[in-house]
């Protein structure tokens, strides 16, 4: 039976949502009340749950979490590829008003460590092909591991299977006070791919902006929204929890794939998915169907906004959307559908206020690039810190705004446009250079999968321009005939002079290119040379 919890939300304050329309406790228990024989998630191999069948599983979970001593405000770990595990842990976690610590599976050694020991949790839900990691690492204060699938861990922890994790509701204990929308939700891991991950503090109210009417309007009740990316990352956790405050549904993708994706969002009737940039490539350079409209898809959003989005819409018929978000702010930029200026991320939405501003917080004129300084007049909007990292939090927030440490211009019309991650810049013999841009007319040559663009050191100063990059399977590039396709297409100052090719980038689990590993890796034996090639690219002559 679902709990009664107070009216009153106890505060004179409108901007902040009631908890019975953010947290998920009440959300579920609400959900499952008006619209108990409504799908809410569809599975791979086609089963699916109902809003009563999930709150029963979750329900049965969380006294099962319970038991083994998980109380409210508790931090419990989870280490899981995407499934109903993940989903349950989520759930039930969040369900007894403790805190969901998910982090990515590619994590091993020092980098496990450090979250551990950062999460300060003692149990962690593992899948068992990630417990040899365990075997000769310092796991901090984790005493007990709740294990999916056959497998257990080293001897020094208490081991718990995850189908064990059960238990009738009338066994739930009741909460110590209600789940408040200031409560933290999760500690969501940043990627990682310059240095130790840093654990944002989510909280529901957080979660609910980062998504809600006010910044993804077009989504609404009816919508069946694809979950392709990992639940340990913002883009895999917030849309679960997006579906749930409208009463709408999910269909959960456990790994992205090209060739099956299609099939499973026609299977599944999907009318809404997220793709990042990359893999709206990888959709649009995979042979044409006469199926390709085949699909209920109305909507997508692609981050970032690439010359595919154009393309993308004519040929499958979706409305194309865009917008700036990272793991700690809430959806400060929002596109409409498919927009006409190329690049853009959008405008800024209700509720939020943008800045661009040079290295001492002060504003740059349009049209200049600055770093994005972002803030919102919600409370609890954003991200409530760097979990036990006093130090991060306050360069982050100095000056009451969030510094996002991403470069961006704005227009006239007040569209902003990505330039690029601020340490990744480079500077070529006096020139200031974006990896995004060009990485971005990389990838529009037909034979380019995906590019990492990066500076590596120059013997005459500063940076040189290396590329490296992966085909499109059954296809070969052609470095000089590269070259000479990016010289009608980009100042002469930014097109490559290393060019090196990889079967496949190296990436973290949420699809993040690690350009510190190729940084790292820097002009290996296998790069091509534009200089010795013998290609030299000079400033045109004008008059």
């Known amino acids: 039976m679902a709990e009664n919890i107070d009216n009153a939300a106890g505060h004179a304050d409108p901007r902040i949502p009631d908890r019975r329309n953010c947290v998920l406790r009440y959300l579920l228990d609400d959900w499952a009340q008006k619209r108990g024989e409504r799908d809410y998630v569809l599975f791979e191999n086609g089963d699916r749950w109902t809003y009563a069948a999930l709150r029963a599983r979750v329900v049965a979970t969380a006294v099962g979490l319970q038991r083994l001593g998980v109380r409210q405000g508790d931090h419990v770990a989870a280490w899981l590829p995407n499934g109903r595990e993940a989903l349950l842990a989520f759930y039930a976690i969040n369900y007894l008003g403790a805190v969901f610590v998910p982090f990515n599976t590619a994590y091993r050694g020092k980098l496990l460590e450090h979250v551990l020991a950062n999460s300060d949790a003692t149990l962690l839900i593992a899948h068992a092909g990630l417990l040899d990691r365990l075997g000769d690492i310092d796991a901090a204060a984790i ?21 064990a994790l059960d238990g009738d509701e009338a066994d739930l204990a009741p909460l110590v006070r209600p789940i408040e929308p200031w409560d933290n939700q999760s500690i969501i891991y940043t990627s990682g791919t310059t240095g130790p991950s840093k654990g944002v503090l989510s909280s529901y109210c957080h979660l609910y902006t980062n998504a809600g009417p006010d910044s993804w309007h077009f989504i609404h009740g009816e919508d069946r929204f694809l979950v392709n990316m990992p639940i340990f990352h913002i883009g895999g956790l917030g849309l679960p929890f997006v579906m749930l405050a409208r009463g709408g549904s999910i269909a959960l993708m456990e790994n992205y794939s090209t060739e099956r994706f299609w099939d499973f969002v026609r299977d599944t009737q999907c009318t809404a998915m997220f793709l990042l940039g990359v893999m709206a490539t990888f959709l649009m350079k995979a042979p044409a169907s006469p199926r390709d409209r085949e699909h209920r898809i109305r909507a997508a959003f692609m981050v970032p906004l690439t010359e595919a989005a154009g393309p993308f819409h004519a040929r499958f018929g979706v409305d194309i959307y865009t917008i700036f978000n990272m793991t700690e702010v809430s959806s400060p930029i929002v596109s409409d559908a498919n927009p006409v200026k190329a690049g853009t991320c959008g405008k800024v939405r209700p509720g939020a206020e ?6 001492n917080d002060c504003e740059v004129p349009v049209g200049a690039v600055g770093e994005m300084l972002v803030r919102t007049d919600r409370p609890w909007a954003m991200n409530s810190g760097y979990y036990k990292n006093p130090d991060a939090t306050a360069a982050a927030w100095r000056n009451g705004w969030f510094h996002t440490g991403d470069a961006f211009r704005r227009d006239a019309e007040g569209y902003f446009y990505f330039v ?28 380019v999968r995906e590019a990492a663009v990066i500076g590596v050191p120059s013997e005459y100063s500063e940076d040189e321009v290396m590329a490296v990059i992966a085909a499109v399977p059954g296809q070969s590039i052609d470095c000089a005939e590269l070259i000479e396709f990016l010289t009608g297409r980009m100042s002469y100052f930014m097109i490559p002079r290393y060019i090196r090719i990889l079967d496949e980038l190296p990436k973290t ?12 890796a820097g002009i290996t034996a296998d790069c091509w040379d534009r200089d010795k090639a013998g290609i030299r690219l000079r400033r045109e002559k004008l008059g």
């Open 509 to 520: 689990a949420s699809a993040k290119v690690q350009k510190a590993e190729l940084r790292v």
């Open 354 to 359: 943008v800045r661009l501003v040079d290295g």
């Open 420 to 447: 690029d991650r601020v340490k990744d810049a480079i500077r070529r013999r006096g020139e200031n250079i974006s990896s995004f841009e060009v990485e971005s007319e990389i990838i529009a040559h037909p034979h």
């Open 143 to 163: 005493d007990t591991v709740v294990v999916v699938g056959d497998g257990a861990p080293p001897a020094r922890f208490a081991a718990v299977a995850f189908a």
